[in-house]
């Protein structure tokens, strides 16, 4: 560079050596090999995990009536995490009997401004016991501890903080129209979002005055089971918010308890249709927040380095376990190569490992059998002809870890671009004119959410409103509010959770 | 380079200013511990373009300012020097002389630096004479107000010709970000800069608000990726002003290794225009060599 350096530069800086060369032969970007993050992981000394969980009926733990107990996996190491009461018939009949027991004596007597208290009080607790709560679901359902504690518990307590504030002012939701409370709720959520799911369902049907039985997912019981302790640690009266652990059986058992008079539940489409038909003539209100596959639309005038961002944010949150993720992108012809590097260089610097360690961006697949459905699907792309690229990062030994993963040579009548896959799997279709993007994104069953992303305006509304989809995000995606309504179209769902909207499935008039 | 893959400097890249500070907002969520922390404070240490370009700089004032930069702190003689000072072109040669036999060099700022107000043929004798009192680099400045006028082909042939003049020296190009505004002005001057032949391309003069800031530098970092894309030629990055806290630094580092790779981690790549930046890396340093944190008072203020 100079001539100054007659001497052997002195190497004391100990970097940028070997000096790379300009240019290199193939323009690659390499991400690895200098500057390695030393681990960071979250401290999860002071979280107490209990050994055996029982149920959380009328106020207080209670041994299931069988004795029978499942376990709960930590899908990172695979080792067992804890046992939680594994509910029957009978234990189902106690919690909705307790809930109605509440209902009857006590919270649909209270006054809208009292239980506006108390989920207040819920909403507090859950921040201040909101580090343990994020270790606890990271530690049973495999997420990043940066997507736990800065969108999973923050967004739950904002759903109690922001249907609290309406407990008290239902008249003003529905204006003339004297909204009244239904009874008890039976509301059975997934293992995606355990802790936020829990806060979908129990917020709104508190503040509008009714009692729940609530079922977490089989493998992600436990934050359920820390929010029984709030229930009970705020004072909340006993029987309104009851907490009963299993699998699909127990779920059964409350959608068909007689004295249930309301059923929410999120979850896959196959058993969406099953508590459909069970409910059918019985007279109970039902919401169902089902499967999706959402298009992510991509025009060539889109920021296209912001746009790489929400591709990976729509289909690497969560490991893709996200119902409303964008797992099928479709970019517009011109632009898809240029596209497609810039997301693989992107992809190379996505962490996969350690769920606890703050630096990691894609954590562990919930459960086995996910993650050989996953697996399952993988082959079923290669087989369908796609080309499948995935990210050369390194994956831990122990645990259900699976690489960020795109498959590009897909056409619309793939299984991997019909059917839902949810995991961190992207199919990638091109498209030519803005009725070929609409016309694709919705070819599909499902119709739960999409992103169209363009610098322009008037594109966003036109395509906006062609697309069918309960949710569309415009130059973002996987963005949750409170305030904002959420759910599907055609086999996506019924009804809406959230905002406004979120409190008609929990009044009648 | 040939004249087909220049683009057309009328179009505009979209760039979605919500999104880039929420890439950068998440970048900034690393954590950076232990052995990887060390590194790259050394790493900051040897990027650093140490500086002084005030009115009352003298040469005692240039001097004192290079043996900073050959030994940052006494006590720890295997500290890495930093990568270069930066003067005006006048205190060019008191640094060359102070930095005899070192691997640190001087660069000089040109080109009627910091307005860059002057005709062309002012700026190319500024440059001359910078590179002839042995100036290793040249930063020097666009005009922004013909910038911001759209005459776009005029920025473009400046910066070509400062470049000529340069000769062996490396040439930086200063965007002044701050005066640019938008994003999208920012990734356009990021792209004249490097087709008219930059070897760097850098924030800011220090003089204006704001200087250099983290969505500022993602953007120029991006155009500095998909140039690399398309030409197969690597061009550096320096963001300036501003930067004072060694935690700040470490983020800057975490957006070249998360958007351009190992490659750019390098004073030949990538460097820092600060003066204050130097001490609390040294602190910091000196914490994690030690366990404690010394007091200010031990660290010298050059």
Known sequence: ?509 | MSVSVIQDFNQTIPIDQVGVEERVSRLNKRSIKKESKLQALKLALSMIDHTTLEGKDSKGKVIQLCSKAKMPYAPMPDLPSVAAVCVYPNMVATAKKALRDTAVKVASVATAFPSGMAQLGIKLDDTRYAVSEGADEIDMVISRGEFLKGNYTFIFDEIAAIKEVCGEAHLKVILETGELETLENVRKASDIAMYAGADFIKTSTGKISPAATQPVTLVMLEAIRDFYRKTGTMVGMKPAGGIRKAKEALQYLVLVRETLGSAWLSPDWFRFGASSLTNDLLMQIVKQETGVYQSINYFSND
């Open chain 1, 1 to 509: 560079m100079s001539d100054i350096n007659t001497k052997e530069p002195i190497d004391k800086a100990n970097n940028g050596s070997p000096k790379p060369t300009s240019p290199n032969a193939d323009r690659k970007l390499d991400f690895a090999s200098f500057w390695e993050y030393s681990p960071a992981p979250e401290n999860s000394d002071h979280v107490e995990i209990d050994e055996r969980y029982n149920h959380f009926i009328n106020g207080e733990f209670v041994e299931p009536v069988k004795g029978r107990y499942m376990k709960s996996i930590n899908p990172a190491n695979e080792e067992v995490l804890c046992e939680f009461a594994e509910g029957t018939s009978e234990d189902v009949d106690r919690a909705v009997k307790a809930a109605r027991k509440a209902y009857e004596k006590t919270w649909s007597k209270i006054s809208g401004k009292e239980r506006g208290k108390y989920i207040f009080r819920l909403a507090r607790i859950i921040q201040e016991r909101a580090r343990e709560l994020a270790i606890t679901e990271t530690i049973d359902g495999g997420k990043p501890i940066r997507e736990s504690r800065d969108v999973d518990v923050p967004l739950a307590a904002a759903h109690f903080f922001y249907y609290a504030g309406w407990a008290d002012k239902l008249n003003y939701a529905f204006p003339g129209r004297k909204p009244k409370s239904i009874g008890v709720c039976g509301q059975i959520i997934p293992w995606n979002f355990p802790i936020l799911m829990l806060a979908w369902k129990i917020a709104p049907a508190l503040a509008t005055g009714n009692t729940v039985v609530l079922k977490p997912a089989e493998s992600t019981p436990v934050t359920a089971l820390k929010f029984a302790e709030i229930c009970r640690d705020a004072g909340l009266p006993a029987g309104v918010v009851n907490i009963v652990t299993g699998a699909g059986t127990t779920g059964s058992e409350i959608v068909n308890h007689p004295d249930v008079n309301k059923i929410a539940f999120t979850g896959s489409t196959i058993v969406g249709k099953i508590i459909q038909k069970s409910v059918a003539g019985t007279g109970k209100k039902i919401t169902l927040e089902l499967g999706g596959k959402g298009p992510n639309i991509v025009f060539e005038d889109a920021p296209l380095d912001q746009a790489v961002e929400g591709i990976v944010n729509a289909i690497f949150f969560n490991q893709g376990h996200v119902c409303c993720a964008g797992s099928r992108l479709l970019v517009q012809e011109g632009i898809a190569d240029r596209l497609i590097q810039k997301l693989k260089d992107r992809m190379e610097t996505l962490i996969v490992g350690d769920p606890l360690d703050k630096n990691t961006d894609i954590g562990a697949i919930n459960s086995k059998a996910q993650y050989d459905r996953i697996l399952e699907y993988l082959d079923i792309g290669v087989n369908e002809g796609a080309e499948m690229y995935q990210s050369s990062c390194s994956i831990p030994d122990n645990g259900y870890f699976c690489r960020p993963t795109i498959f590009t040579n897909v056409s619309q009548s793939n299984r991997i671009v019909q059917e839902e896959i949810f995991g961190p799997v992207l199919t990638i279709q091109t498209f030519r004119t803005p009725e070929e993007a609409i016309e694709k994104a919705n070819n599909t069953p499902y119709g739960l959410a999409s992103g169209v992303w363009t610098d322009k305006g008037s594109k966003i509304f036109k395509v906006g409103q062609a697309v069918r989809s309960g949710v569309i995000w415009s130059n973002t995606y996987n963005k949750f509010d409170p305030t904002s309504p959420f759910g599907g179209y055609k086999e996506s769902g019924i009804g809406r959770e959230g905002g406004l909207h979120g409190l008609y499935p929990y009044i009648k008039f």
